[in-house]
């Protein structure tokens, strides 16, 4: 059965703490994986990533990919209050309509 | 914004009655997704669609039906409403380059 973990699953942390997310997966014909971010509403489009040790990088976030250990972490760094939210991954499969499996997320909060 | 929008927002409804969320695209995409939330679930996949009357199903299809007559509208039925239907649902396309954007999201309840 194909399985997405993330860990935590919540956690809180200080403005200006670093924060790092993790993602394991067991999937059957793994193409990419993805990073969205859910604040009160939809889940909105982060990061993609397909080949391994290749760093994605937007501004304080940046995410990695480990093919062969089968996970991705996403790092935040100087975290501030606006990045509280639900953190989600998902991953892709090379089947038919490229279906997303995801991680029940990591539920971030940044304190002041 | 990806140009996805879903109708209704939000809605209540009566258990046995039936229900069609709609989802509305404006990028011509070809795969459009409908997905359920719930805590301690994530997002799970109810039913996809890669072209105008190609549907497939997703893990948790049972008690959902799809239609896509245009490929701007992808419709979600559920025929006779349950509470364990009760979820935000969100509809997603896949860009060209193969992420998916969601849509708005609809919040379903159901007594």
């Known amino acids: 059965e194909d399985k997405v973990v993330q860990s935590p699953l919540s956690l809180v942390v200080h403005e200006g703490d670093t924060v790092t997310l993790n993602c394991s997966y067991e999937?059957?014909?793994?193409?990419?994986l993805l990073w969205y971010k859910q604040e009160k509403k939809a889940p909105t489009f982060l990061f993609m990533l397909t080949s391994s040790g290749i760093e994605k990088k937007s501004g304080r976030l940046s995410s990695i990919l480990d093919k062969k250990e089968l996970f991705s972490i996403l790092n935040i760094t100087a975290t501030q209050t606006g990045d509280s939210a639900i953190y989600l991954c998902?991953?892709?499969?090379?089947?038919?309509?490229?279906?997303?499996?995801f991680g029940e997320g990591t539920q971030l909060t940044v304190n002041p | 914004d990806a140009g996805i929008t879903q109708s209704p927002r939000h809605k209540v409804t009566e258990t046995g009655t039936p229900v069609t969320l709609r989802c509305h695209q404006t990028e011509n995409h070809r795969y459009m997704y409908w997905y359920r939330q719930d805590p301690g679930h994530g997002l799970r996949l109810i039913h996809y669609s890669y072209g105008v009357k190609d549907t497939d199903k997703g893990e948790v299809s049972d008690g959902y039906s799809v239609s896509r007559s245009k490929t701007e509208d992808f419709l979600l039925t559920l025929e006779s409403a349950t509470s364990s239907q009760t979820s935000v649902y969100f509809c997603a396309i896949r860009a060209p380059s193969n992420e998916q954007f969601f849509g708005p999201g609809t919040r379903l309840t159901v007594l």
């Open positions: 999937v059957t014909n793994f193409r990419s």
């Open positions: 998902a991953v892709e499969q090379e089947t038919s309509g490229s279906r997303l499996t």
